[in-house]
């Protein structure tokens, strides 16, 4: 069976309109706010592996701060700020090689809404070396139904850290 101009046309079009559409709702859950605490931190890291400016921006609340501790070489602890910018730009612009990755562990979660705290422990690497280790602890807001990265902090050890009880 042949088919003529107009049905040609009308299955064409309606080819186009399917992936038209497929991609806008693909593109849409992608902008989603995230429904969980884990949720965020868990597309906060994707973010941060695939060196996302835009996607990582999302998941900072205006007003949020950064901050790393730890014990130097000297034995004296430190407490360092960083910029959301600064830390943007550093992960958005890093080269490829070495490769960062940062290995989560299992996640603590308390709410009290809209206020939620995260507690993980992780591991990062620079290629298959451990550069260091130590845990996350984020303070995100529920503002509209989107959690808002607040407050993170970080401890590093430079050999893997122990389970902290």
Known sequence: MLMDKTESKTITN????RRFTTLFYLFLFKLLPAQTPEDAVN???????NKDSILLQSYFHPKATLQSTGVD????TYLRSLSV???I???ST???QPVWRE???KMEVQIDFPLAVVWVPYTFYLDDKILHSGVNYFQWLNESGSWQLIHLIDTR???PAKKSK
């Open 14 to 17: 309606f080819k186009r309109m």
């Open 43 to 49: 597309g906060f890291f994707e973010a941060f592996h």
């Open 73 to 76: 070489g000297a034995g004296k």
């Open 85 to 87: 910018d600064r830390f």
């Open 89 to 91: 730009t550093a992960v």
């Open 94 to 96: 890093r080269p490829d």
């Open 103 to 105: 290995v989560l562990g």
């Open 157 to 159: 050890h430079p050999k």
